[in-house]
Nanobody, 125 residues
Framework: QVQLVESGGGLVQAGGSLRLSCAAS???????MGWFRQAPGKERDFVAA????????DYADSVKGRFTISRDNAKNTVYLQMNTLKPEDTAIYSC???????????????????WGQGTQVTVSS
């Protein structure tokens, strides 16, 4: 089993930056990982994903050029650097991991087997 714990969320003004971290425990995450977000009253949306070795990344159009996903496999951690934040980025951000050795990224929440509890990101105007 894999446990995922997010950190780094908070309140920031529009135009500011935050860096989210997702630390995995239980075993080494040898698979693709992703970030999703859910705003109040809305469905969970794909934000970004990264392959096992970090060679492939994918971003939602709404965050492309502003957010960067990365991972440090030695630390079993994935990051989401968020720059030029906008009020519409306000949401609960959750990280997710695919099953073992599933190295290909996916935009579908159903492709991920392990989820963190999420961290709140609030962007004020």
């Amino acid at each position: 089993q894999v446990q995922l714990v997010e950190s780094g969320g908070g309140l920031v003004q529009a135009g500011g930056s935050l860096r989210l971290s997702c630390a995995a425990s239980g075993r080494t995450v040898s698979s693709a990982m992703g970030w999703f977000r859910q705003a109040p009253g809305k469905e969970r949306d794909f934000v970004a994903a990264i392959s096992w070795r970090g060679s492939t990344t994918d971003y939602a159009d709404s965050v492309k050029g502003r957010f960067t996903i990365s991972r440090d496999n030695a630390k079993n951690t994935v990051y989401l650097q968020m720059n030029t934040l906008k009020p519409e980025d306000t949401a609960i951000y959750s990280c997710a991991a695919r099953s073992r050795y599933s190295s290909i990224t996916s935009r579908s929440p159903g492709a991920y087997d392990y989820w963190g509890q999420g961290t709140q990101v609030t962007v004020s105007s």
